[in-house]
Nanobody, 121 residues
Framework: QVQLLESGGGLVQPGGSLKLSCKASGVIRNIAIWAWHRQVPGKQREFVATIRRGDVINYSDSVKGRFTISRASAENTMYLQMDNLKPEDTAVYYC???????????????WGQGTQVTVSS
């Protein structure tokens, strides 16, 4: 069974930086989509950034120019470098992979447990 384990969250002052990591464990055949989302209590989970086949990268307008998504495919690990953080970036951040395993037919959506990012002075 595949599990996604996130790390790197914490408390940072406005203008600061954090780097989130997400490692997938288990036997994985292919990862088609790598993504980060975030959620504030009482609100819907929202898209932050994604890498798709062909290394196509997209960001939400709210983080474009400040956040950078990347991956180390051989290690089934992805990252989210967050710079110039703002209080409105405070949320629980979730990693998400659309992946294929030898034991399942087709692709499945896997989610991490979430890591808290708090931007406050």
């Amino acid at each position: 069974q595949v599990q996604l384990l996130e790390s790197g969250g914490g408390l940072v002052q406005p203008g600061g930086s954090l780097k989130l990591s997400c490692k997938a464990s288990g036997v994985i055949r292919n990862i088609a989509i790598w993504a980060w989302h975030r959620q504030v209590p009482g609100k819907q989970r929202e898209f932050v950034a994604t890498i798709r086949r062909g290394d196509v990268i997209n960001y939400s307008d709210s983080v474009k120019g400040r956040f950078t998504i990347s991956r180390a495919s051989a290690e089934n690990t992805m990252y989210l470098q967050m710079d110039n953080l703002k209080p409105e970036d405070t949320a629980v951040y979730y990693c998400n992979m659309f992946l294929e395993t030898p034991s399942q037919s087709g692709y499945t959506n896997a989610w991490g447990q979430g890591t808290q990012v708090t931007v406050s002075s």
